[in-house]
């Protein structure tokens, strides 16, 4: 018989089955078109690591005086996940096959920023919006009086909220709204992309490492990492799941956006 949990977690399964299929993607057929998207998007790859980060903190030992993890195993790989946002060694390689010469290894923020500038999309609303926040204003209020798209900024708002919620509740977004559904995603993105022809090796670079990352170990572990921290609680497993809706939501609503005009 069918539980509220079950049929919790089958509303999510059917919201992220829909963003692998969602209309957005077909629009990118011209490199006008990639312009709108990476500018719409960027917000995402922006709030991600500050989900992430988020979850090092309570998940590893952050204080002035280290205390061995509660979970090893989960600690691991919030800091592999945290190394490969922060500095992915991968960046040089797909770096040089742009022609931009050597580089270090760098934050996957500032990689998506490389591919947007590969492809004359516009990075300064982005810029900004990054200088306001390592001035100290807060992101709600940088969001809320920024130059990203209406769309873009609503859906860093509502990540931003969703980081003063506790533990479990992140662990669930950051599983079913990012680790879980970014492959689906990516990959009709990177046969569009592929399709059209449009040059774009750092974007296709960036989303290829994501898919392989997050559909062959990532994903698994992220997926032992929220049972771990559940931990058989129903209220958590509920709060969790309400959390997750709120970010697939929202990005919905971003992907929306993107597709409205190929739906005009």
Same mark, same amino acid.
């Given at each position: 018989? @069918?539980?509220?949990?079950?049929?919790?977690?089958?509303?999510?399964?059917?919201?992220k089955s829909a963003l692998g299929d969602h %209309?957005? /993607?077909? @629009?990118?057929?011209?490199?006008?078109?990639?312009?709108?998207? *990476? !500018?719409?998007? #960027?917000?995402?790859?922006?709030?991600?690591?500050?989900?992430?980060?988020?979850?090092?903190?309570?998940?590893?030992?952050?204080?002035?005086? $280290?205390?061995?993890?509660?979970?090893?195993?989960?600690?691991?790989?919030?800091?592999?996940?945290?190394?490969?946002?922060? @500095?992915? &060694?991968?960046?040089?390689? /797909?770096?040089?096959?742009?022609?931009?010469? !050597?580089?270090?290894?760098?934050?996957?923020?500032? $990689?998506?920023?490389?591919?947007?500038?590969? #492809?004359?999309?516009?990075?300064?609303p982005i810029r900004r919006v990054v200088r306001?926040l390592r001035r100290g204003e807060s992101p709600?209020?940088?969001?809320?009086?920024?130059?990203?798209?209406?769309?873009?900024?609503?859906?860093?708002?509502?990540?931003?909220? =969703?980081? !003063? +919620?506790?533990?479990?509740?992140?662990?669930?977004?950051?599983?079913?709204?990012?680790?879980?559904?970014?492959?689906?995603?990516? *990959?009709?993105? #990177?046969?569009?992309?592929?399709?059209?022809?449009?040059?774009?090796?750092?974007?296709? &670079? /960036?989303?290829?490492?994501?898919?392989?990352?997050?559909?062959?170990?990532?994903?698994?572990?992220?997926?032992?990492? =929220?049972?771990?921290?559940?931990?058989?609680?129903?209220?958590?497993?509920?709060?969790?799941?309400?959390?997750? +809706?709120?970010?697939? #939501?929202?990005?919905?609503?971003? $992907?929306?956006?993107?597709?409205? %005009?190929?739906?005009?």
């Amino acid at each position: 018989m @069918s539980t509220p949990a079950t049929t919790q977690l089958d509303e999510l399964e059917r919201a992220k089955s829909a963003l692998g299929d969602h %209309p957005a /993607y077909h @629009s990118l057929d011209s490199v006008e078109a990639l312009r709108r998207f *990476m !500018e719409h998007h #960027v917000i995402c790859v922006l709030d991600f690591m500050s989900l992430v980060k988020s979850l090092q903190r309570d998940l590893t030992s952050m204080g002035p005086v $280290w205390l061995p993890p509660a979970d090893p195993e989960v600690a691991r790989f919030i800091n592999e996940i945290v190394l490969d946002e922060e @500095s992915d &060694g991968e960046f040089p390689r /797909y770096a040089r096959a742009a022609g931009l010469g !050597e580089r270090s290894p760098a934050s996957h923020f500032e $990689w998506y920023l490389a591919a947007m500038d590969e #492809v004359g999309a516009d990075t300064g609303p982005i810029r900004r919006v990054v200088r306001r926040l390592r001035r100290g204003e807060s992101p709600g209020e940088v969001l809320s009086s920024c130059e990203l798209p209406p769309a873009s900024a609503a859906f860093g708002k509502t990540t931003f909220e =969703l980081l !003063e +919620k506790p533990l479990h509740v992140r662990a669930a977004v950051f599983f079913h709204g990012r680790e879980d559904v970014i492959p689906r995603m990516f *990959m009709p993105l #990177v046969r569009e992309l592929q399709a059209s022809g449009t040059p774009c090796g750092l974007l296709l &670079g /960036y989303l290829e490492r994501h898919i392989e990352a997050d559909g062959d170990h990532h994903g698994p572990l992220a997926r032992r990492m =929220l049972d771990a921290i559940f931990g058989g609680d129903p209220l958590k497993l509920s709060e969790g799941i309400a959390g997750a +809706k709120a970010a697939l #939501v929202a990005r919905r609503a971003l $992907w929306d956006d993107l597709a409205e %005009p190929a739906l005009a």
